[in-house]
């Protein structure tokens, strides 16, 4: 027998007539969004997957080139072969848990007109971003830890040597750097309302980011005016800050992890607040025929 919705009742007296309270809530609503998106990842899993593999690349080729060097030149930059190996995973680790490709589809959806479908539903077209970046994460996190972590019984070199607060502050740093990329990423994707080169505006960005994030090489590894500069922009707080946190770099820093989470925080506020003026304005701008 299926189950009534509860009934509730306007007015007073005879005349009283019966309406049906079943509006969803907030919680609710992201149920049913997240549960879509997850079968929407188990339909292309295998997809999904070899976009993860493809992933390691980067990390890995920069690995290969840096143990190259201190192997034959020793420590450098306070660096031995075995903190390569052990920042190289973390920014595989970092990457893999807050990286964004929020930019492209929202870029595609404004100049094709679909995201007129989006903004027709009871529910911000930026929380339905949200949820598959949520349930991928969740995804990749379930294969790479537990991955990490059995590695790691075996191989030494795999064991992160941070201190309890280090790490505590780690995984803050690694859940505000998630919502900080995705913002960085939508308000991008919200270019397109002003013009057809969204993603190519992206793409610079990404370059940048490639250096100044610690993706590449550990910011000591440049010249101090440049890791000056990177900790003065958002760069460092997206990538290097999580992985030197994991990595041990701040162990027994405790005003200095404060100091950078202080600052990681600020800049996430600054990035939300951007979006909402990016959006109001976009919507004034914003005009599609189909969709």
């Known amino acids: 027998m299926t189950e009534q919705p509860e009934l509730a009742y306007e007015g007073e007296g005879a005349g009283r007539s019966p309406r049906v309270d079943a509006k969803p809530t907030f919680i609710g609503k992201y149920s049913v969004l997240m549960k879509a998106e997850w079968a929407v990842l188990l339909a292309y899993r295998s997809e999904t997957v070899i976009w993860m ?32 190996v052990r920042y190289f995973i973390g920014v595989l680790l970092v990457e893999r848990l807050t990286r964004s490709w929020d930019v492209w589809d929202v870029d595609r959806d404004i100049r094709e007109g679909t995201y007129s479908a989006k903004l027709l539903r009871p529910f911000h077209p930026v929380h339905w971003s949200l949820c598959s970046n949520l349930v991928y994460k969740f995804f990749f996190a379930s294969l790479l830890i537990p991955a990490w972590l059995i590695l790691s019984i075996p191989f030494p070199v795999l064991r992160f040597p941070v201190e309890w607060i280090a790490g505590l502050a780690a995984i803050w740093a690694i859940a505000v750097s998630a919502a900080m990329t995705f913002v960085i990423g939508y308000e991008f994707g919200l270019l397109a309302f002003w013009s057809n080169r969204a993603t190519a505006i992206y793409s610079l960005y990404e370059m940048t980011h ?82």
Do not use: C, H
């Not at 690349?57 to 920069?62: F, G, K, L, R």
């Open 53 to 84: 593999l493809g992933a390691f690349i980067q990390p890995m080729v920069s690995l290969a080139v840096w143990l190259s060097i201190s192997g034959a030149q020793g420590e450098i930059a306070g660096y031995s072969a075995y903190d390569y």
């Open 210 to 291: 490639l250096f100044l994030a610690g993706r590449i090489a550990p910011l000591s590894m440049f010249p101090d005016w440049i890791a000056v500069a990177a900790k003065w922009l958002p760069f460092y707080y997206t990538v290097g800050l999580p992985v030197d946190l994991l990595t041990g770099k701040m162990n027994g820093q405790t005003m200095l992890i404060g100091q950078n989470l202080a600052v990681q925080a600020a800049w996430l506020l600054i990035f939300m607040t951007v979006f909402r003026i990016m959006w109001r304005a976009g919507l004034k701008k914003y005009g599609a025929a189909g969709g």
